[in-house]
């Protein structure tokens, strides 16, 4: 009765759900299963970039996770921005003049920063009529892409991810300030899903003995290129180069340039059997024909995450190498033959 049971669940699943195979085995990433694909800086070829906006874009368009730069403002707030300076990509040079000789994150304050509108960049525009924020367009600080996101999770179902980066150079007060937000918005168990990044060595190094003694479950990743030195791969960041081995003693993921020289199957491989995943940046093609030439190869050779402003072409290219949909006439009798095997060896058994 049991088994009759069981089947009829699993044959009313196959009909209930749509038919696909299991991704594993599939893909040569570290858990065998597809890529993350991360929206870098947002959706931010198609918004401006580091807005709530680029960020819901990025995850309608398919993101796993959504990337935050982060940098301190004068008061001490750790607000989302990539540049250490906020010309490029705001309006602050029509509403200030410039401090200390131009406009460093570090000489405003968070009231000040409030004022700005982000502006688009590269083949960004700002139109865009699905906002779930009011403002979608000011420069937000880390708390509210925190808030933003678990209210985004709750009322879509969803399980998007978040991988802040503590920009370099290394500042201490920005982890201290990174961890404590991370603690207070209740993102500490691994479900949370959150990959904490730095181009420092130290800032790495640091955020994982903060999270570590915060119990904070978060992975760090080391950003850098990827080398290969007297046959020996690392991580290189400012003239500095540190073994894949050493890096494995605190770290979890490498965020690599996909200009890298030496990122390949073999430096994926190499940081595999270490455990580390290799998460690479950052793809910007220009057509679904070039992000495939792009990111293909790096699918091939076991790549685990995918950083692109592109997150649709991203999720294209990934959604390409899912194993096909194994067509209801094929699976019913495979399924029924499955059963009738089953039922043999019970058989056999007694
Ligand atoms: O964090 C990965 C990638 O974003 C590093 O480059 O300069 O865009 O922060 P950047
Ligand atoms: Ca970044």
Do not use: C
């Not at 749509?18 to 890529?35: C, K, M, Q, S, Y």
């Not at 010309?87 to 200030?96: A, D, H, M």
């Not at 960049?121 to 009529?129: C, D, F, L, S, V």
């Amino acid at each position: 009765m049991k088994a009759m049971l069981l089947g009829t669940a699993v044959l009313g699943a196959m009909l209930a759900a749509p038919v696909t195979a299991a991704t594993i085995d599939r893909f040569a990433t570290l858990n065998g299963e597809a890529p993350i694909l991360i929206a870098h800086r947002g959706a931010s070829g198609y918004l401006p970039e580091h807005t709530i906006a680029a960020y819901e874009l990025g995850i309608q368009m398919g993101a796993d996770y959504i990337e935050p730069d982060l940098q301190l403002t004068a008061d001490g707030h750790v607000v989302v921005m990539h540049d250490g300076t906020l010309n490029r990509s705001t309006n602050v040079e029509e509403l200030f003049e410039a401090r200390n000789g131009g406009y460093a994150v570090k000489d405003f304050t968070l009231d000040e920063i409030r004022t700005l509108t982000a502006e688009p960049t590269r083949t960004a525009t700002n139109e865009y009529p699905g906002f779930s924020s009011d403002y979608p367009f000011v420069v937000p600080t880390f708390d509210e892409v925190l808030v933003w996101l678990d209210e985004y999770n709750a009322e879509n179902g969803t399980d998007i991810g978040i991988y802040p980066e503590s920009k370099a150079p290394y500042n201490a007060a920005l982890n201290t300030a990174i961890a404590q937000s991370l603690s207070t918005h209740g993102y500490t168990e691994a479900a949370d899903k959150v990959i904490l990044q730095s181009f420092s060595f130290d800032s790495a190094e640091e955020l994982a003995a903060l999270t570590d003694s915060m119990m904070i479950d978060a992975t760090i990743a080391q950003l850098g290129s990827a080398t290969l030195l007297d046959g020996v791969f690392g991580m290189t960041y400012g003239g500095e180069f540190r073994s894949l081995e050493a890096l494995a003693e605190y770290v979890e993921g490498l965020g690599v340039s996909i200009s890298s020289p030496a990122l390949g199957a073999e430096f994926i491989s190499a940081a595999h059997d270490l455990g580390l995943v290799v998460h690479g940046w950052t793809w910007r093609p220009t057509s679904l024909e070039e992000a495939f030439a792009q990111i293909q190869p790096l699918i091939e050779a076991g790549i685990d995450g995918i950083f692109t402003d592109y997150p649709d072409l991203g999720r294209a290219v990934i959604d390409a190498n899912m194993p096909a949909p194994v067509p209801l006439p094929a699976a019913l009798p495979m399924l029924l033959a499955g059963l009738g095997g089953l039922a043999v060896l019970r058989r056999r058994r007694k």
